[in-house]
Each structure stands twice: as structure tokens, then as C-alpha cells.
């Protein structure tokens, strides 16, 4: 039995990496001698035909598909052209946002099969055990499968007790050349759970509140392995890096051992650290911490069971800037309590923080299924606008307080959008007189950069573009870069030596490749890392 998994689309302003959930179910699949095969259509065009070329080729069994809620619409929509292609196919979802609403979105979507509940790992590869020795699902635990005309909930699955047992994630089934032409970071994760009851997080439920923690030596070994393909940053992505100082600390001493130099940034709490636990994560290469602040009312976050205080947020970025860490905070408005008084507050207090150095942002509070804030919506305060998934991108109001109107919300984060790009011309500028500093020359190309490569990607214009044939005197491979650098340009309607500058360092850094195929040269994005 074949199994095809599927990563939707996700936009690139969200900042995607290479998906960390997929490969380590891939790799559960292999372990049980499963073929199995990623299709990622965050890093490329989700068309029909090349959805259709993957099927026709891999002839999957079981096609699985991992959603958020914003791009829970497109899961779905691949669930469906998965079925015109082949009804027999079985369809499953996973994620955060199925596993809290999984019985009204199989009611709504005839095409999709099954719903796997939270961590998939075992869950899944039982299913797909038991489905290819032709047995009944109901006593696969953590699954909502339709069957008979009904939809059936299994007992609830107990979460894997020792993270050490997983198998190290299949990232060699993952197109990581484009994420790192991307100039994007990878990530892995040291631990699982969350201790705390944010009203507005699903980490409590969804990975448990018992954090279970892997061995330092595994963290490392694989951080070794992930140094050694290239990209610019690795992002610890547990919920909380710094839950406990214990594992904390022995995480950052056996980088130090090993004397593993490699730049990486972790999620923390601003009541989970102090300067000297900061200076251990920066002496094991820890760059950037990023906090989740949320508010600058303190009554808001009370309200918000954040369990912080304005003084340890301040506190706490300035422990960052002693022990040589830069601090991000990002802010969540629109939670309950909101007023224009408490967005006042958390302005002044962003500014505050600008002062100290901190580099944040705003999102919107999105009440996904399953969180404290959508579930008691109406004791909090809080008025749903929407239920249209798509919107649920955290950038644009979808409730609003009593006192604290949609309009209210929106016009921050558009502010905020509008200084931003104020000051990116800026830096621009500074650049074009030679007045930029090296880091705002370089943080303005690799963006540049980045949306060049990405959107020469998504247009396929590499794949589309006729190979060249051998003989005679070949160009060499700069003068091709600059006829690609002109056809790009064309494509993409940009300045060609803003497009040639994107080509070049993607060849320079081994993410563009020059190669020969059946007697023809082409030029074409690396996808494997090994």
C-alpha cells in the first residue's frame, strides 16, 4: 500500500518551512516498510496536471493531507481533485485544525475518508496497516473515519510517551533546496507539550500539557546533521524551548561539547527566562528569542490567561539584550477585554519595546476550533465575524470586542504594514546613495531575493523554459544566467539585473543547477538535500 502525502498551499509572507509534521510521518511510514512520497505545494504550483503526474506515477492508495485552518479550504479542494482522479483512492486529514472539528468536516466533504486526531505518527500508520490487511478501522485509536454512511470517533489515542522512539524525520523526501533558495530556515522541535492555558493557543490541547522532552544527544545529532545542509538559521519550534531550565540547559551544553556552531532561535516565555539562561543559549548559538507577549494591558492578559506581566515582558527583553540575544514580541489584539484604551496601551508599550531594541509585529486573534476563546466566545465578550476559514490568517479582523470594532483592529496591522514598507523604501534608498548599513542591505536583498526566486517558482518558468541542446561551443554558465536573467525579467515584468541577482546567488549557493538530460542542458531548482 502506497501512501502520497500532501502539503497545500500556504503563503509565503507567513514565513513556511520545510513541513516538520509530514516527514516525521514520513519517516513512521518507512519504519513500518510503507512507500511513501511528499508532494509540497508550498514551494510549487499546485496544478491539476502536476497533481495528476504525481498520481499517475506513485499510484498512491491512501493520499494524506495536513491543514491549518487558513488553508483548510485548500486541503479540502485537493481532497476532491484527488477523487475525480481516482475514486478508490482513500483520503485522510490531519492537523490542528480537523482534529477539533473532525466529524462537521467530514459531514461537509463526501470526499474525504477519515480524520486522524492530533499526533498522527502511530495513528496513521496503524490505519494504513490495518487498511492493507483489509480489517475494520474502529479499533484504530486517536481516528474519525467515515464507514457504512456514518462517521465514527474512536477511543481518544494516548500521545507517544517517549519521543526518542520516533524515527529521525524524513526530510530526504522533502524539496529543501527550494526552501533554502527561499532563504527560508528549517525547523525541528526538542520537545512536545505546553504547560500553560493561553485562551487563545491550541498547543495545550493538541500536544498535550505535560511536556515530554527529547534527549539532548538526539536534539544535537540532529541539529549536526541539519548544520550540514546549509540553511541560514535552524527555528527550535516547540511550543516552549525554555519550559524547562533543566533540558534547556542540557540541550545548549551539549551543543557546546560537541562545539557545533550553528545560528538557531526558539519560542520562550518572558517568565521562563533569565540572563544567565540567555547566555548559555547564545554560547550554544542561539540568536533570536522570540516571546509571545500579546498585550500591553496587563488586564488584558489576565483575561487572556496569558499568566505575564508588562514588567517581566520588559524585564525580559532586557535580559536579551545583556546576554547579547536579539528579542521579537508579537502582539495579538482583538483579545477579550479589548477597548481603545488597552490598544493605546499596547501601542505605547510596542513603542517601549522599540526603544529597548525589540524587533515586533501584530497579528489578530483568530478563534481556531478548539481554543478557550471560541468556545466561550460569548461570556468573553467576543463577537465571531466569520467562520470562513481562509480569513483565519491572523492579519485581518475576524471578531471584535464590545468597545473594540473590526475597523479598529484592521487599521493598526495596516499601519503597522505601512511603516514597514515606509521604512523598506527607506533602506532602499540609503542603498541606492550607499548609506545603508551591511545588515539593511542585506535583510532588503535577501528579500528581494526571495520573492524573485518564489515567484519564478510558482510560475514554473524554469520547467516551462525549452533545454538547451549540446554541441558545438556552449555557452558558459554565466552567460546563461544572464539570458535567464533577461527571460525572467520578462515573465515576471521586474528589473532583469534585480532577476539576474536572484539567479546568481541561487547558483552561487547550489540551489540552481546547470545540468545535463538526455543530450540537452537545463537549468532547474535543487529539491533534494542529502
Known amino acids: 500500500m502506497r501512501v502520497l502525502l500532501i502539503n497545500p498551499h500556504y503563503p ?43 498520481v ?42 480537523v482534529s477539533f472539528r473532525a466529524e462537521e468536516t467530514l459531514a461537509e466533504n463526501p470526499d474525504l475518508d477519515a480524520v486522524v486526531i492530533g499526533e498522527g505518527e502511530a495513528a496513521f500508520t496503524e490505519m494504513i496497516e490495518r487498511l492493507e490487511a483489509g480489517r475494520s478501522l474502529h479499533s484504530v485509536a486517536g481516528i474519525v473515519f467515515r464507514s457504512g454512511g456514518r462517521i465514527h470517533r474512536t477511543r481518544q489515542r494516548p500521545r507517544i510517551a517517549n519521543l526518542d522512539e520516533l524515527a529521525d524525520p524524513a526530510r530526504d523526501l522533502l524539496p529543501l533546496g527550494r526552501y533554502r533558495a527561499l532563504h527560508l530556515p528549517v525547523s525541528m522541535t526538542t520537545s512536545r507539550g505546553c ?16 511536556v515530554r522532552y527529547r534527549s539532548p544527544k538526539r536534539v544535537v545529532d540532529e541539529m549536526a546533521k541539519l548544520a550540514q545542509f546549509g540553511f541560514h538559521q535552524i527555528n527550535i519550534a516547540d511550543d516552549l ?45 542561539c540568536t533570536a528569542v522570540s516571546f509571545g507577549v500579546e498585550s500591553g494591558s496587563d488586564a488584558v492578559l489576565r483575561t487572556a490567561r496569558k499568566g505575564i506581566t508588562c514588567k517581566q515582558v520588559m524585564d525580559a527583553v532586557k535580559a536579551c539584550r545583556r546576554a547579547g540575544i536579539a528579542p521579537h514580541a508579537s502582539f495579538l489584539l482583538g483579545l477579550p477585554g479589548e477597548t481603545p ?51 483565519y490568517d491572523a492579519n485581518r479582523a475576524v471578531v471584535e470586542t464590545e468597545t ?83 527571460e525572467g525579467a520578462r ?19 547550489g540551489d540552481l543547477l546547470n545540468r545535463r538530460r538526455n543530450g540537452r542542458r537545463v537549468w532547474q531548482w535543487r529539491d533534494r538535500i542529502e
Not at 270 to 280: A, G, K, P, Y
Open 12 to 54: 509565503l509572507s507567513e514565513t513556511p518551512s520545510p513541513p516538520l509534521g509530514l516527514a516525521y510521518l514520513a519517516a513512521a511510514l518507512r519504519c513500518a516498510s510503507i512507500p511513501v512520497r511528499v508532494l509540497d505545494f508550498v514551494v510549487m504550483p499546485g496544478t491539476q496536471q502536476r497533481l495528476a503526474a504525481a
Open 56 to 97: 499517475e506515477d506513485f499510484q498512491p492508495n491512501v493520499v494524506g493531507v495536513t491543514a491549518v485552518s487558513m488553508n483548510a479550504h485548500r486541503a479540502l479542494d485537493l481532497v476532491r481533485r484527488v477523487k475525480a482522479l481516482d475514486p478508490a483512492i482513500r483520503t485522510v486529514m490531519g492537523g490542528p485544525h
Open 195 to 210: 504547560p500553560h492555558r493561553c485562551i487563545f493557543c491550541l498547543g495545550r490541547k493538541m500536544v498535550g500539557a505535560r
Open 241 to 285: 524551548f525554555t519550559a524547562s531550565p533543566r533540558h534547556c540547559r542540557a540541550v545548549c551544553d551539549e551543543l557546546r561539547v560537541r562545539d557545533l556552531s550553528v545560528p538557531w532561535t526558539a519560542f520562550a516565555r518572558v517568565d521562563s527566562v533569565t540572563e544567565t539562561r540567555l547566555r548559555r543559549m547564545r554560547d550554544a548559538g
Open 341 to 391: 484604551e488597552t490598544l493605546e496601551e499596547t501601542l505605547a508599550f510596542g513603542r517601549r519595546l522599540e526603544e529597548e531594541g525589540v524587533a515586533y509585529g501584530f497579528h489578530l486573534l483568530a478563534p481556531f476550533p478548539g481554543t478557550d476563546v471560541r468556545e466561550q466566545a460569548e461570556s468573553l465578550g467576543i463577537r465571531i465575524l466569520t467562520d470562513d476559514w481562509s480569513r
Open 404 to 486: 473594540a470594532s473590526a475597523q479598529d483592529l484592521d487599521a493598526i496591522v495596516a499601519d503597522w504594514e505601512e511603516r514597514f514598507l515606509q521604512w523598506l523604501g527607506e533602506v532602499d534608498d540609503r542603498r541606492r546613495s550607499g548609506t545603508a548599513s551591511a545588515p539593511e542591505r542585506a535583510q532588503l536583498e535577501n528579500l528581494e531575493q526571495t520573492v524573485v526566486v518564489y515567484d519564478l517558482m510558482m510560475a514554473e518558468f524554469l520547467e516551462n523554459r525549452p533545454p538547451l541542446p549540446l554541441g558545438g561551443a556552449p555557452p558558459t554558465p554565466e552567460e546563461e544566467l544572464q539570458r535567464l536573467g533577461v
Open 491 to 509: 515573465v515576471l515584468r521586474r528589473p532583469a539585473d534585480e532577476v539576474l541577482g536572484a539567479l546568481e546567488t541561487a547558483y552561487r549557493r
